[in-house]
């Protein structure tokens, strides 16, 4: 592991349900599934069909003790759960974070409801790893790990959803999916996750020119993003949850728009990884 590198690495960017075929193949049909690397420690964000690769990849590389935050439990941020081959392994620690049900159902609770009969074939108690289930309330700092901090908001979506800013050694990477904005403003709850952020990793399903049949699906574009980002003064923008149907071809489109109004927007593609060098000393 790189001590002094935080690292970004996409294992799941598509939205809704995965998707597969040639159409599909340079940016990928994973559901969201996000690995952050601040030095020796590992996060996950979000569980879907990503975490699965994603688990291979930490076997892969000793990883045994590590992170797992929840942004919600709609299905195409879960279901890679039953299929991460960490869980079932006795070595391995890991802590399940979730805010978005607080009040009305713990982490612990969530997860058993969607791992067992019959909709799984067996129960969370089949895992032979050590599971620590961890429940916050929306706006709480948590210190998951020695010097990170993640700091927590609420986003616009059906059924709740959590935002997350995770600090390290200087640099600062957003994690803002699922939300939909309101038309002409800016989510101040949104901004306050993204200000000064390294890299925002952001909800861009639809354009705007799609969003008058969409309205109300809790999904934003990737031109409300870049506005976010500017009025933020965050330098890269990744394009997240790309809807079911887009192909290569229409998110390279979107990318090439995108990239004409903010030089720092890409359309996250499932292995990209970035590599963001720190200053472990650097205070923000």
């Not at 998707?19 to 030095?39: A, D, K, L, Q, W």
């Not at 129960?123 to 599971?131: E, G, P, Q, W």
């Not at 929306?138 to 901090?149: F, H, M, N, Q």
Request: charged share 25%; with cysteine.
């Amino acid at each position: 592991m790189e001590d002094d590198v935080f690292l970004v690495r996409f294992w799941g960017v598509r939205g809704s349900i995965s998707v597969s075929g040639p159409e599909f193949s340079r940016y990928g049909g994973n559901t969201i599934c996000i690995e952050m690397r601040c030095g020796k420690h590992t996060l996950l964000f979000d569980a879907g069909s990503g975490l699965r690769p994603a688990g291979g990849a930490l076997r892969a590389s000793g990883v045994t003790d590590f992170d797992l935050f929840f942004t919600h439990c709609h299905y195409d941020h879960i279901i890679g759960l039953p299929a991460f081959k960490p869980i079932y392994d006795r070595s391995v620690k890991v802590r399940l974070w979730s805010g978005h049900l607080a009040g009305r159902m713990t982490t612990r609770q969530m997860v058993d409801e969607f791992m067992r009969p019959p909709w799984f074939p067996v129960t969370l108690d089949i895992c032979k790893a050590s599971i620590d289930c961890r429940d916050f309330i929306s706006g709480d700092v948590l210190r998951p790990r020695e010097g990170v901090v993640v700091r927590t908001g609420s986003l616009n979506h059906p059924g709740g959803c959590i935002g997350y800013r995770v600090e390290w050694g200087g640099r600062v990477v957003a994690v803002i999916t699922d939300t939909e904005h309101e038309p002409g403003k800016l989510d101040q709850a949104v901004l306050g996750l993204i200000v000064d952020a390294d890299l925002v990793i952001y909800d861009c399903a639809y354009t705007e020119e799609e969003m008058e049949r969409r309205r109300g699906n809790g999904h934003s574009t990737w031109q409300q993003g870049v506005k976010l980002c500017e009025a933020a003064g965050a330098r890269e923008l990744a394009l997240v949850h790309h809807d079911p149907a887009r192909t290569d071809e229409e998110l390279d489109e979107i990318e090439k728009l995108a990239k004409e109004r903010f030089a720092g927007a890409f359309a996250a593609r499932d292995g990209q990884t970035l590599k963001f060098p720190v200053s472990l000393h650097k205070k923000r």
